[in-house]
């Protein structure tokens, strides 16, 4: 797998990648691997745990390599089963207290550099945090300032607020008068700030108090998945009211296995080949009700015109279907007959990390659409809105960013044209640039395995899909 400490892989296929043509409608069947949140949650709890923990389908890519790293790194023992690198045991550390005077290097991963300074509380020493340059641009100080709140001490080794910092532990933790501990904190340009604080807060002596300050709130099912993950461990975290949770002591400890469900959000490339080449893609193991905001996605993509089902019942809202347990998980089909409708106004702000996809999809549809609610896209891997417009201009296709998003303006087939195109370290940024090419013509893909931060065998899993048509 390489070195995940290293800011840039190898590329092992050509630079740029000459991104496949759909020369045929689809009948594909594709198995997407483990969830990224899922797994860095599970990874971050497990750590927190009193007892070990056996995962099983946990991703294994750049982000969760990193996790990893970073846990062992504060003395969790993270070890593979030796035929199934995707089954991991994590062990966590003596008497709960992480390994001080320590560096972690988190990449560009957001999860790994907001779920983990939180742990610090609980460390025996002070912990530097470093990442890839890129990530020196992503926000940061929110979360920091949350921490300070709890008693520990920030030293910022570059800009103010940025990446590379040093996190202190505090000398005594918990609130002076038994009642949860109040902290404040501005979540508008990432929910994991609220996330990472929630996953740390059973362990606080007196509990916590989190309200947010912010105007805006993007990503609240990854907060719910956050809340969820943290009860199935045996904590008690509530929200009484938007923008407010409780987080009561508690002795965390996940279920002694537990199995982390498919990236649905890393699915959305795939489910959208099959509007945009026609034909039908089949995931297995769609989980019927989840936390995922790629749980969206069904509905999102039968407003672009796709027919949907889930073991071959016909799709209306599955979130809400009263026909599936809450267990149940069955294949999803997505259908399309080669014809995109334009969405109009659609809001992301529950489900940003699919917008590259959806603009993919929207920039080949028959009308406009405008993509809103994701103005904190400016803070993700790269300013995606920025990045979005640009490379949808270098097709031919016309879009424009908004103060909360993008809107897209597309262009008959005939004007639309091939090109280079950049992918600034960005994962969805070359899924979404391999989902133009599966009709224009001549795309390239500068630095395509950038997308192992999240997929471990892009090009392969894509190339695959596209060899099974009918
Ligand atoms: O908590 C998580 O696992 C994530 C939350 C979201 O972050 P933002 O709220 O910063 O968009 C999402 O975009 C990211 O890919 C994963
Ligand atoms: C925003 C994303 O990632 P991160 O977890 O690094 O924030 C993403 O995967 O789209």
Known sequence: MGDMNEPNHTAAVADPWPAPLATAPLDASVIIPGSKSLSNRYLILAALSADPVRIHGLLRSRDTDLMMNALRALGVTCQEDADD???????????????????????????????????????????????DEQAYARPMEPLLFGLKQLGAHIEYHGQEGCLPFTVTPPKRL????????????????????????????????????????????????????????????????TMPERGRWLVQPRELNLPATVTVEPDLSNAAPFLGAALIAGGDVRVPNWPAHTTQPGGLLPSMLHKFGATITLDGEPFDEINDCEMFNDDFSGTLCVTGDGTIRGLGELDLSAAGEIAPSIAAIA???????????????????????????????????????????IAIEPVADDELHGAVMETYADHRMATFAAMLGLRIPGIEIKDVQTTRKTIPDFTGMWTAMLAQHR
Do not use: W
């Not at 991991?88 to 990449?107: I, K, Q, R």
């Not at 560009?108 to 025996?124: I, K």
């Not at 270098?394 to 879009?399: E, F, W």
């Open 174 to 237: 918990g609130s002076a008068d038994g009642k949860p501990i109040k902290i404040r904190v501005d979540s508008s340009s990432s929910s994991q700030f609220v996330s990472g604080l929630l996953l740390a807060a059973s362990r606080i002596p007196d509990g916590v108090l989190l309200r947010h300050t912010g105007r805006t709130l993007p990503s609240l099912p990854h907060i719910r998945m956050t809340m969820e993950d943290i009860n199935a461990a045996g904590g008690d975290v």
């Open 85 to 131: 690198p995707t089954t991991v045991t994590v062990t966590p550390p003596p008497a709960g207290v992480f390994t001080g005077d320590t560096e972690v290097y988190c990449g560009l991963a957001g999860t790994v550099m907001r779920f983990v300074p939180p742990l610090v509380l609980f460390a025996d020493g002070p912990v530097r945090f470093d990442g």
């Open 363 to 405: 920039t080949l549809a028959d009308g406009p659409s405008e993509l809103v609610g994701i103005g904190h896209l400016r803070g993700h891997e790269t300013n995606r809105l920025e990045a979005l417009v640009t490379q949808i201009e270098r097709v031919g296709a016309h879009a424009e960013e908004l103060d909360n998003g």
